[in-house]
């Protein structure tokens, strides 16, 4: 199954940041945009999110744009939906506490 991801790199942390009205999700990561280095990111980062092997998530379009299609293995889009969506959530509570 595949998933649009809009790519924020060069960022001050790693991390996934919402959805977009348009349905796609929204992630920044530290790494900048050279020598594929972003797109390592981003894979690392969403195997990590969705609790799987790096070699099950690859970027499958987009690689020298901002606009992104990860090719995910061995999910279904409703599960990989439900972990990024429980993901965000706990990094949105994380942030809550933060200031306490």
Same mark, same amino acid.
């Given at each position: 199954?595949?998933? +649009?991801?809009? %790519?924020?790199?060069?960022?001050? #942390?790693?991390?996934?940041?919402?959805?977009?009205?348009?349905?796609?999700?929204? %992630?920044?990561?530290? *790494?900048?945009? @050279?020598?594929?280095?972003?797109?390592? &990111?981003?894979?690392?980062?969403?195997?990590?999110?969705? !609790?799987?092997?790096? #070699?099950? %998530?690859?970027?499958?379009? !987009?690689?020298? +744009?901002?606009?992104?299609? @990860?090719? @995910?293995? !061995?999910? #279904?889009?409703?599960? *990989?939906? *439900?972990?990024?969506? &429980? *993901?965000? &959530?706990?990094?949105?509570?994380?942030?809550?506490?933060?200031?306490?």
């Amino acid at each position: 199954m595949r998933l +649009s991801l809009r %790519v924020q790199p060069g960022a001050r #942390r790693t991390a996934l940041l919402g959805r977009l009205s348009n349905g796609d999700w929204k %992630v920044a990561v530290a *790494a900048p945009p @050279i020598d594929g280095r972003a797109n390592e &990111a981003v894979v690392e980062l969403m195997s990590e999110l969705l !609790g799987l092997k790096r #070699r099950q %998530v690859a970027v499958a379009r !987009g690689t020298s +744009s901002r606009d992104k299609l @990860i090719e @995910i293995e !061995g999910l #279904r889009e409703s599960e *990989a939906n *439900a972990r990024l969506e &429980a *993901a965000l &959530a706990s990094e949105r509570n994380a942030g809550d506490t933060r200031g306490e």
